[in-house]
């Protein structure tokens, strides 16, 4: 019994995990219709990778620590920061966690997080799957909605509206304001979190941060 203890504990000792690690990066962006914002959602995770046993066969589940979705709106016109606001992971969500955007309806942000019960690796599709939609409102406030009718989700505008166009970069956003031209930085990872970069020679207006949490 003593021996069989004792091989135990030393089982428990090597299912180890790594320091923990910071993940960002960025899911999608909505530019708003009329061209003046832009929304950006940035899904956040802190894990620690499993090493020794624990990654044994196949390399492991790693520990989850946080998750969470970040959303940025940025005034385009002023190349300032407009909003950024937190959202913890739904505990039922936490698996396969996943936020995204769904787009622009009027002067509000609609987004949901998918995800599934269950721990980490965990089975997680079809009916499995959670959904839980929410509204940024125009006063800087995000809250559970029942989702939006017609939110409109793209990333550019013709020509005639007044060019603009947006993408996703492994550094962060960037944009173009001119047809042909190449996408310059907009937003770059500083660390955890983005930030404007200023246009060549000029900084943008400084504008106060908002950050929000709901409970």
Same mark, same amino acid.
């Given at each position: 019994?003593?021996?069989?203890?004792?091989?135990?504990?030393?089982?428990?000792?090597?299912?180890?995990?790594?320091?923990?690690?910071?993940?960002?990066?960025?899911?999608?962006?909505?530019?708003?219709?009329?061209?003046?914002?832009?929304?950006?959602?940035?899904?956040?995770?802190?894990?620690?990778?499993?090493? $020794?046993? =624990? !990654?044994?066969?196949?390399?492991? @589940?790693?520990? +989850?620590?946080?998750?969470? %979705?970040?959303? /940025?709106?940025?005034?385009?016109?002023?190349?300032?920061?407009?909003?950024?606001?937190?959202?913890?992971?739904?505990?039922?969500?936490?698996?396969?966690?996943?936020?995204?955007?769904?787009?622009?309806?009027?002067?509000?942000?609609?987004?949901?997080?998918?995800?599934?019960?269950?721990?980490?690796?965990?089975?997680?599709?079809?009916?499995?799957?959670?959904?839980?939609?929410?509204?940024?409102?125009?006063?800087?406030?995000? $809250?559970? =909605? !029942?989702?939006?009718?017609?939110? @409109?989700?793209? +990333?550019?505008?013709?020509? %005639?509206?007044? /060019?603009?166009?947006?993408?996703?970069?492994?550094?962060?956003?960037?944009?173009?304001?001119?047809?042909?031209?190449?996408?310059?930085?907009?937003?770059?990872?500083?660390?955890?979190?983005?930030?404007?970069?200023?246009?060549?020679?000029?900084?943008?207006?400084?504008?106060?941060?908002?950050?929000?949490?709901?409970?």
């Amino acid at each position: 019994m003593k021996r069989a203890a004792l091989l135990f504990v030393a089982l428990m000792a090597a299912c180890t995990y790594g320091p923990a690690e910071d993940h960002v990066n960025v899911q999608n962006l909505a530019l708003k219709p009329d061209g003046t914002l832009l929304a950006v959602i940035v899904k956040y995770e802190r894990y620690r990778q499993a090493t $020794a046993l =624990s !990654a044994f066969p196949d390399g492991g @589940v790693p520990r +989850s620590l946080v998750q969470r %979705a970040d959303l /940025y709106v940025v005034d385009l016109r002023s190349r300032s920061q407009r909003f950024r606001g937190e959202l913890p992971a739904p505990p039922d969500h936490r698996n396969s966690f996943s936020p995204w955007l769904l787009g622009w309806e009027g002067e509000s942000v609609h987004f949901k997080i998918t995800g599934c019960p269950g721990s980490p690796g965990s089975e997680c599709y079809g009916p499995l799957v959670r959904t839980s939609a929410y509204t940024l409102s125009a006063t800087g406030h995000i $809250a559970p =909605s !029942a989702g939006a009718a017609s939110p @409109v989700l793209a +990333s550019s505008r013709d020509e %005639a509206a007044g /060019y603009m166009a947006a993408g996703v970069e492994p550094y962060g956003v960037s944009a173009s304001t001119r047809l042909g031209s190449p996408r310059a930085p907009l937003l770059r990872f500083v660390g955890l979190r983005l930030e404007v970069v200023p246009a060549q020679g000029l900084e943008p207006p400084r504008s106060p941060l908002a950050t929000r949490r709901l409970p």
